[in-house]
């Protein structure tokens, strides 16, 4: 059974960045397209930004600009590089496969966008 593990997330004030890392444990993943989801209190989950195995990015208009998608196949981790924050980004953020999730999520990674 595959694991995720999200990290990096954490309390920033308007304005500022994040880097959110995701450790995928199977080797599948450098054949995949992978994707940065979120979900805030009350709201469903959105899909953030998606990367191909071969790195081509899509982003939702939400943040497109402000964040960056990445990958490492030799490290099974895919990054999420969040600039320019606003407090609707706060949400808890996760990783998983585009566009079948895997049968099993993360614990995810809180993002607080605050001052």
């Known amino acids: 059974q595959v694991q995720l593990v999200e990290s990096g997330g954490g309390l920033v004030q308007p304005g500022g960045s994040l880097k959110l890392s995701c450790v995928v444990s199977r080797s599948i993943f450098t054949i995949v397209t992978m994707a940065w989801y979120r979900q805030a209190p009350g709201k469903q989950r959105e899909l953030v930004a998606t990367?191909?195995?071969?790195?081509?990015?899509t982003f939702a208009d939400s943040v497109k600009g402000r964040f960056t998608i990445s990958r490492d196949n030799a490290k099974n981790t895919v990054y999420l590089q969040m600039n320019t924050l606003k407090p609707e980004d706060t949400a808890v953020y996760h990783c998983?496969?585009?566009?079948?999730?895997?049968?099993?999520w993360g614990q995810g990674t809180q993002v607080t966008v605050s001052s």
């Open positions: 990367i191909t195995s071969s790195g081509s990015p």
């Open positions: 998983n496969r585009y566009p079948s999730p895997f049968g099993t």
